[in-house]
Nanobody, 118 residues
C-alpha cells in the first residue's frame, strides 16, 4: 500500500484546511485509515480515524472542529479527508496519514505541515 498526503499549509487561527490522503495498492485489505500529528517536542498523537465500516473516532481536542471522511468508490484508490475548522495554534504540527491493514500491518504516508498562526 502506498499513501500520499496532500494539503496542509499556513492559516490564521480560526481558519480552515483540508488534508487528503490517497491510498493505492492492496486497498481491499484496509481496516482503517486515519491521521496522527506530531508537534515539536511532543509525542505523536492520534487525531482521527475512520474504520472500513464507516465508524469514526476523534481525539477530544479536535472533536466538533475536525471531520474525517472517506471516499472508497474507486476500485484502485481509497481516499481519506480531514476537514479542519476553527483551527487553533495548538493544532500546529506535522500531520501523518496512516492505514491499518486486515493482517495487522501499518503503513504511513509522508507528513504534511500544518501551521496555525495566532
Amino acid at each position: 500500500v502506498q499513501l500520499q498526503a496532500f494539503g496542509g499549509g499556513l492559516v490564521p487561527a480560526g481558519g480552515s484546511l483540508r488534508l487528503s490522503c490517497a491510498a493505492s495498492g492492496s486497498i481491499f485489505s484496509i481496516n482503517l485509515m486515519g491521521w496522527y500529528r506530531q508537534a515539536p517536542g511532543k509525542q505523536r498523537e492520534l487525531v482521527a480515524v475512520v474504520y472500513s465500516g464507516g465508524g469514526t473516532n476523534y481525539a477530544d481536542s479536535v472533536k466538533d472542529r475536525f471531520t474525517i471522511s472517506r471516499d472508497n468508490a474507486k476500485n484502485t484508490v481509497y481516499t481519506v479527508y480531514l476537514q479542519m475548522n476553527n483551527l487553533e495554534p495548538e493544532d500546529t504540527a506535522v500531520y501523518y496519514c496512516y492505514t491499518l491493514l486486515a493482517r495487522g500491518v501499518v503503513y504511513w504516508g509522508q507528513g504534511t505541515q500544518v501551521t496555525v498562526s495566532s
